[in-house]
């Protein structure tokens, strides 16, 4: 009895001592560098949450210094693709758990932002450098490899027009393969490998069962890998309609339609014979539903049940973040939906926020001074502020990178609503999923979403303001 405490309590003791060991070598990723040219402004760092539905997710920020310098860390487990942010410029790099970056990027220049242009379609780039990499870094052999493959893809577009391709893909894996084959790397080799599988894809070089047993049958599911995905979302793209013989449309009906079923639904994906891997039936199942909201024939309120159940009852936790993710993307701003919270300061220093409204219908719009086509509707809301006067709120949120622009551009107006600058706070609009101006959102008389986005104030927003507030 005492030799067996004993033997327990030195095991105990082994046990702790193991994870207190793993505990004290856990290390975060430092990123650090300079920016010249950026000095005071806030840099953030995102990344996907899932890449199914793409959604993003910030990391962190951190402030640029006085001397354009700026550190800070990162608490990651495996590779994973970031963006950094200032204001709408951007770069991407893939961040290695454990790893120092020191970067350099180029100098940041404001004044080069075109006011023109859309910069959540087009973002301006960072141009940046690992100063402490070599020939080997992660990053660097993507680059390298991605040159490559774009240049075959430029040089041999009409080869691939005309599906006589497959000696051009051969070519270029040898070609890979000696180039990169001292590589150990196990993200890069996955990453070159899964790009290669576009390739093959897109040239119609093997047929799909051919492609889903190369690279996919029996494999593990790469899910934070971007070529990967990329993949596997284009293989399993408008699959139930396009591809597969064995998921039945009408299936799909009676599951969704009148069996309001997560359960049924896996069954009746699973019909199909590839996918019998439990984790990628659900991945597919919440792709499906997806694409299957904008199909007339489908109770939305089945689709969002059945979402809502994946995303708290799979076993699976990346594909309960998917299911979520997919779950807002589809009715995050649906009407009676309550709204992102924000406050901003109007131009007046007076603090704007949907609860001072309580009572009155609020349309807020997001707008850019050098914008024509919004500085039209601005002078058509004019007359729909005096025709609604008492009843709804208008507020105009600028876009400008300088706040003194909106200023001067606001001064001989004379527009009857309210004004305020963004004040940078990019978190307003992401969360208000602000990808274009001019951009409008009705709210209700408690601040629930009623439109979004609203009509513009030129075409049919006079008519839903009529219905809904007299």
């Known amino acids: 009895m005492k030799l067996s405490k004993q033997i327990n309590i030195r095991l ?15 290390t975060n990723t430092i990123i650090e560098g300079t920016i010249k040219g950026a000095e005071n402004k806030i840099l953030r760092l995102y990344t996907y949450e899932d890449m199914l539905t793409n959604t993003e997710k910030k990391l962190t920020q951190t402030q640029i210094n006085n001397d354009g310098k700026f550190k800070t860390e990162l608490n990651i487990s495996e590779v994973t693709f970031v963006f950094f942010r200032i204001d709408f410029s951007q770069t991407a790099l893939y961040i290695e758990n454990g790893k120092t970056y020191k970067l350099l990027f180029d100098d940041f220049d404001s004044t080069s932002y075109n006011e023109i242009s859309n910069p959540f379609l087009n ?32 040089d041999f577009s009409a080869v691939f027009i005309r599906g006589r391709n497959e000696a051009v893909v051969r070519d270029f894996k040898n070609n890979i393969q000696e180039k990169y084959g001292h590589i150990n790397n196990p993200y890069f080799k996955k990453y070159s490998e899964y790009r290669i599988a576009l390739l093959e894809q897109n040239g119609k070089i093997k047929p799909l069962g051919v492609l889903f047993k190369d690279y996919i049958f029996e494999r593990d599911l790469l899910l934070n890998n971007t070529a990967f995905m990329e993949f596997l979302n284009q293989f399993f793209s408008k699959y139930f309609t396009n591809i597969s013989k064995d998921i039945k449309f009408r299936d799909l009906e009676f599951t969704i339609n009148e069996l309001v079923s997560y359960p049924a639904l896996i069954d009746s994906v699973g019909k199909d014979s590839i996918l019998r891997n439990e984790q990628l039936r659900e991945i597919v199942a919440v792709k499906i539903l997806g694409e299957l909201w904008q199909y007339p024939g489908f109770i939305k309120d089945n689709i969002t049940k059945i979402l809502l159940d994946i995303s708290t009852q799979s076993k699976f936790s990346e594909i309960k973040i998917m299911a979520e993710n997919q779950l807002q993307n589809l009715t995050g701003f649906e009407t009676g939906k309550t709204a992102p919270v924000f406050t901003l300061q109007d131009f007046n220093n007076s603090t704007i926020n949907l609860s001072n409204y309580t009572g009155k219908f609020v349309l807020l719009f997001f707008f850019k001074s050098s914008c024509v086509a919004c500085i039209n509707e ?13 009843k709804l709120e208008i507020i105009g949120v600028s876009l400008d990178m300088n706040p003194l622009q909106t200023k001067h551009f606001l001064e001989n107006k004379n527009y009857n609503f309210s004004f305020a600058h963004f004040d940078f706070n990019y978190d307003l609009l992401d969360g208000f999923k602000i990808r274009s101006v001019p951009f409008f959102i009705l709210f209700d008389k408690g601040g629930k979403i009623s439109r979004y986005p609203a009509a513009f104030p030129s075409e049919r927003l006079v008519n839903d303001l009529t219905i809904l507030i007299n």
């Open 123 to 154: 973002p301006p780039q960072l141009f940046v450098q690992i100063e402490n990499s070599d020939s080997t870094e992660l990053n660097h052999v993507i680059s390298e490899f991605d040159k490559s493959y774009n240049q075959l893809i430029a």
């Open 12 to 26: 105990i003791m082994l046990l702790w001592g193991t994870l207190s060991f793993s505990y004290a070598h856990t």
């Open 378 to 390: 601005m002078d058509v809301l004019k007359d729909i502020a005096s025709n609604f006067s008492g």
